[in-house]
């Protein structure tokens, strides 16, 4: 999953993470001078039923506004192109539901519950096929049922990865669903009935869903968490540009008005049934989303107990404000990790080995996360693999025998070994001060290590350049960046989003056979054996090629208001806890 916060960390640009992330603690459990680490809800309780657990000392009533300082939030809010941290740690949390979820209690931790479904499915002997019994007391905001149909349609829309180019289906519905070399999805593939698709089967009568696989795929469940294995109403998301700025929610809350990159606010959803929701809640009013906020004008609000600070809660902390957090907000201030690795992606046609390493060396690490408003330590550490701390079957390894650090003489050495002009053409995201001030930090970097240096302003999410092909300003770079989040706890959710041929994150162009056919065995091993064969794969990549720099590892500083209750993280997804907090009256 991609983070969506624009950041000089990455080319720069990094992303405030699609996928999951982790525990959270106070600053007297590990905040001050430590890196967390999480596993990003592996827990599973298939037989969870609504309503969720009650909150200690809930109550009802009130507005909670939420800061993202630099955080620009989804362009869009449909359910199927949901792909990053920022836009599913809210909807996936209040707005969307899906065939699964997660439960988070009061500590963050997160467990792989029901959602729309009664389980967590019926799987084949195989996993090749799975069946979801769907529950019968789960309605849309005008109060109509959900149907099975509409969970099928909603399904077989994440096979247009066309209609959806930046969506999590061209990852998983795409490479795991039957008949996807046939079936393009309802919108792409206009002259294919999609109820005659093999990948999924419904019953409206029986209230089921049946998905059908290419392949082994045992994280089925996990990948049912995601919006786009959740509902589409039929006919109102037959247009996906107008349905995602105006959805149908099923939900505890419904969009009452959404500005992209500005503002979303959502109120109660009056046809939600607390019955049907084993890991929901209905506490507050109303919920104000502020994207693109300023970060020191956060801070300072949210440091000041002053009446607006105090119902908000904002999902990042500058570092020139950690100290005064720190000594001043107890148990307001949350540390979440979160199982993020941030990378520069060198574009691999255009650039050699040497070129690669020269940019590990000559990127100016610590200085960039200080220039960025981050915690050297505690909210970024620098990584040495793929995968980050917490996932099963991270490796532990260097790539040339020790941790990559800046030493620009180191660079110019490589450089001169390499036989790729010396240019370090880039992007990064102007609407965000701390973008720029990180850009001039990596250009005056690279620059004393040898790079010529180029770096192009963009107005619009990096990954929008990135991962278009066919755009001009793409095609003229040398480097490019991922910010990438666990999807679901393994190396399945990491290996093959950034490093398969042709992944749509691969936004470095890096393709090699030998590793695209290991990618492609994992799934048919026993699964005590996938957790370690992503490990090599990861080590083998990185040792062999080395086709991106890992830059660092993430844990996140959340800030809370004095009459929020409940201040909390989700390890799932790396967010504050938004289904579980609440207004103090």
């Not at 666990?486 to 041929?501: A, Y």
Request: charged share 20%; net charge negative.
């Amino acid at each position: 999953m991609r983070r969506t916060k624009p950041l000089a960390a990455l080319a720069v640009a990094s992303l405030l993470a699609l996928a999951a992330c982790g525990s959270g603690d106070g600053p007297g459990e590990g905040t001050e001078g430590s890196f967390g680490e999480t596993d990003a809800g592996k827990d599973k309780d298939p037989n969870a039923e609504g309503p969720a657990p009650e909150v200690e000392g809930a109550e009802s009533g009130g507005t909670i506004t939420v800061f993202l300082p630099g955080d620009y939030g989804p362009d869009d809010l449909d359910p199927t192109n949901g792909w990053s941290v920022t836009g599913n740690s809210i909807q996936q949390a209040l707005t969307s539901r899906s065939l699964t979820q997660y439960r988070v209690d009061s500590d963050g931790n997160a467990t792989l519950v029901p959602d729309l479904a009664v389980d967590l499915g019926q799987p084949n002997d195989d996993y090749t096929q799975w069946t979801f019994q769907l529950r019968d007391n789960a309605s849309w905001e005008d109060g109509s049922p959900i149907t099975a149909e509409e969970v099928a349609f909603g399904i077989a829309r994440s096979m247009d990865s066309t209609a959806f180019p930046g969506g999590p289906g061209t990852e998983y519905s795409t490479q795991f669903f039957a008949g996807a070399d046939e079936f393009e999805g309802p919108y792409t593939d206009k002259d294919t009935d999609w109820t005659e698709w093999e990948g999924v089967e419904f019953d409206n009568d029986a209230n089921t869903v049946t998905i059908n696989m290419s392949k082994s795929f045992p994280d089925m469940d996990y990948w049912g968490a995601f919006m786009a294995i959740g509902p589409a109403p039929l006919g109102k998301a037959s247009n996906p540009p107008a349905y995602g700025q105006n959805i149908m929610s099923n939900g505890p809350y419904k969009v009452e008005s959404f500005k992209a990159q500005d503002e979303l606010v959502l109120v109660k959803n009056d046809q939600w049934d607390p019955e049907s929701d084993p890991a929901r809640h209905q506490y507050a009013d109303k919920f104000i989303f502020k994207f693109n906020a300023d970060p020191d004008q956060t801070d300072q609000i949210m440091l000041s107990d002053n009446t607006e600070s105090q119902t908000a809660i904002s999902n990042d902390l500058s570092a020139s404000s950690y100290q005064k957090a720190l000594d001043t907000l107890g148990d307001r201030l949350v540390q979440q990790s979160a199982q993020c690795t941030g990378f520069l992606y060198p574009d691999y046609e255009k650039t050699d080995l040497a070129f690669r390493k020269a940019i590990a060396y000559g990127y100016p690490y610590e200085d960039v996360w200080a220039a960025t408003g981050q915690v050297p330590g505690v909210t970024r550490v620098q990584a040495n693999s793929i995968m980050p701390p917490g996932m099963a079957g991270k490796p532990d390894y260097f790539v040339d025998g020790e941790a990559f650090s800046y030493d620009p003489e180191k660079a110019k050495e490589l450089l001169a070994e390499s036989e790729v002009e010396p240019l370090y053409s880039a992007i990064y995201y102007e609407p965000d001060p701390l973008a720029v001030a990180g850009a001039k930090v990596a250009q005056k970097g690279l620059e004393e290590a040898g790079f010529t240096v180029k770096y192009t302003p963009v107005q619009e999410s990096p990954y929008s350049t990135w991962t278009n092909p066919d755009d001009k300003l793409n095609k003229s770079l040398t480097v490019r960046g991922v910010n990438w989040c666990s999807d679901w706890p393994s190396g399945s959710t990491f290996i093959p989003s950034l490093f398969r041929g042709g992944a749509t994150y691969n936004t470095g162009g890096f393709a090699e056979e030998s590793i695209d056919e290991l990618i492609a065995e994992v799934p048919n091993l026993p699964i005590e054996e996938q957790a370690d064969a992503w490990g090599e794969i990861d080590e083998k990549i990185m040792t062999e090629f080395f086709p991106a720099i890992p830059v660092n590892y993430y844990n996140n500083l959340f800030t809370f208001g004095s009459k929020i209750g409940n201040p909390s993280g989700d390890e799932a997804l790396g967010a504050p806890n938004y289904k579980n907090v609440f207004v103090m009256q």
